[in-house]
């Protein structure tokens, strides 16, 4: 639970320190499994294209971070810039289910 009383800049930190490290690590997860498995119910195309999305959203939390360290976390980072990549983190969650539950079906695995 939030302790109301805390500073603004801390409250800030708590929040959003973790939610930048959350991000990082499901992106560089789906870069991951886009990297080293044919995801058979995409194209080639659409897996290229979900795995630049991720490396775009990779460059974009490192940069949101790195900027948040800079300033002591003293910087917010607006609803509008994180909701893009939660909507591609929640894309990637259901490629990684359907895989996973494709790959629990197949015979001989």
Known sequence: MLNSNLPESELL???LEPLLEDFKYWFERSA????TEEIHFLS????SNLLARVKQAQQEVAAAKALFQA???QVAIETAALMPWHKLLAECW???ARFRSSQSHSPGI
């Open 13 to 15: 930190k708590s929040l």
């Open 32 to 35: 991951t499994l886009l990297e």
């Open 44 to 47: 080639g195309d659409d897996q």
């Open 71 to 73: 300033t002591g976390g």
């Open 94 to 96: 259901q490629v990684s």
